[in-house]
């Protein structure tokens, strides 16, 4: 993992077309900026692992339940 410093003001480009700006910094709360193309999602890391948790489960009661229609043969 990279790990930079950065002021107000500053940012950093990821790749050609993402840019990530630090607006303000008040306390241990940072407000920052994304500049991406419309086809990038952009999520905060809580909602993303919510999501890939929710993924997860869904996968696993898909092969339960095929698991349970093959035992009927």
Known sequence: MLVLTRKTGEGI???NDIIIKVFEIEGDRVKIGIEAPKATKVL???LYE???QENKKAIDVTRDAVDKLFELF
């Open 13 to 15: 480009v990821i790749g």
């Open 44 to 46: 905060r890391l809580e």
């Open 50 to 52: 919510d999501i890939s």
